[in-house]
């Protein structure tokens, strides 16, 4: 969890917002660490977090979980974090058999627009806790990328049908949260991200923009954080506040300042 950035977005743990979808987004450069930023804070906040990673291993992100000041470990194993590891389940499909349908059993099919098996497995995992239980504050769901479900074969109506019946669960009727990446490949000729990528922008609360800057590479500047509000009561209104930071990436924590305001350039 970066502080810098909970300051920019007024939030923190003991006040996390609930039923609200976060887009993130990176354009010519790397967002995962708005991905870091968001698992650390929900885990912090004490809140049920069903992560679905595609993009690296579950130990890649506990070490990173480790320099934020979080165990992915041990929340895994007192059961506040559910993780589907995407790199390691893929192969499951296809060389193992499986009791029940796996979450990317889409990937054996010849209908590659079936998702469902995926939601089913989000809702389970965080399906409301028995009595007895340990009592989670809200449940999360954290999706690292959902770009790489198109290179899979997904199309992008089918991965905005899994957010939808998602939003319906988790936001509405459970009361949580989501978060979801998708990347900006700049292709105005990749219709199937562009339609992702829009349909979940008229959906989002808030999207945090990574953006890569337009002058190169910088070693004391890399990138620029563009920050989009919506008003809740308001779904279908325009963007009603934005404010845009340059960042730069440090080993534990992420350096916001105003463009041009650089300590390095002071």
Same mark, same amino acid.
């Given at each position: ?20 979808? +976060?887009?993130?987004?990176? #354009?010519?450069? #790397?967002?995962?660490?708005?991905? !870091? !930023? ?14 679905? %990673? ?5 130990? !890649?992100?506990?070490?990173? =979980?480790?320099?934020? *000041? ?14 589907? @590891? ?6 499951? &499909? ?5 009791? @029940?349908? $796996? ?9 590659? @627009? ?5 939601? @089913? ?9 028995? #009595?007895?239980?340990?009592? /989670? ?17 997904? =199309? ?7 957010? $939808?019946?998602?939003?319906? +669960? &988790?936001? /509405?009727?459970?009361? =949580?949260?989501? &978060?979801?990446? &998708? $990347?900006?490949? *700049? ?14 922008? !008229? ?6 923009? %990574?953006? *890569?800057?337009? +002058? ?27 404010? +845009? ?12 300042? %105003?463009? *041009?305001?650089?300590? %390095?350039?002071?």
């Amino acid at each position: 969890m970066f502080p810098e950035l909970n300051n920019l977005l007024n939030t923190t743990p003991d006040r996390a917002e609930q039923g609200k979808l +976060t887009l993130l987004c990176d #354009d010519n450069t #790397d967002g995962s660490f708005l991905v !870091h !930023h968001f698992l650390s804070f929900y885990l912090k906040a004490n809140c049920k977090v069903c992560f679905v %990673a595609l993009i690296q291993s579950f130990s !890649h992100y506990n070490i990173v =979980g480790q320099k934020l *000041g979080v165990s992915l470990t041990a929340a895994r194993e007192c059961g506040q974090l559910v993780f589907l @590891e995407g790199l390691k389940s893929s192969v499951d &499909v296809f060389f193992r058999a499986q009791a @029940e349908p $796996h979450p990317l059993q889409f990937l054996r099919e010849a209908n590659t @627009e079936n998702l469902q098996p995926l939601y @089913e497995f989000v809702r389970e995992a965080l399906k409301p806790m028995d #009595d007895g239980e340990t009592a /989670w504050r809200c449940p999360v769901l954290l999706v690292d990328d959902l770009s790489v479900l198109l290179s899979l074969g997904a =199309g992008a109506v089918a991965v905005l049908d899994f957010i $939808h019946y998602c939003r319906a +669960t &988790v936001c /509405w009727e459970r009361k =949580g949260n989501i &978060v979801a990446l &998708v $990347h900006d490949s *700049g292709d105005t000729e990749d219709e199937e991200n562009n339609i992702l990528l829009n349909g979940l922008s !008229h959906q989002s609360h808030l999207i945090l923009r %990574a953006e *890569g800057l337009a +002058t190169g590479f910088c070693k004391d500047v890399h990138g620029q954080l563009r920050i989009l509000w919506r008003t809740p009561s308001q779904p279908t209104a325009q963007w009603d506040r934005s404010l +845009t930071y340059q960042y730069k990436i440090q080993d534990k924590s992420v350096s916001f300042f %105003a463009k *041009g305001m650089s300590p %390095a350039v002071l």
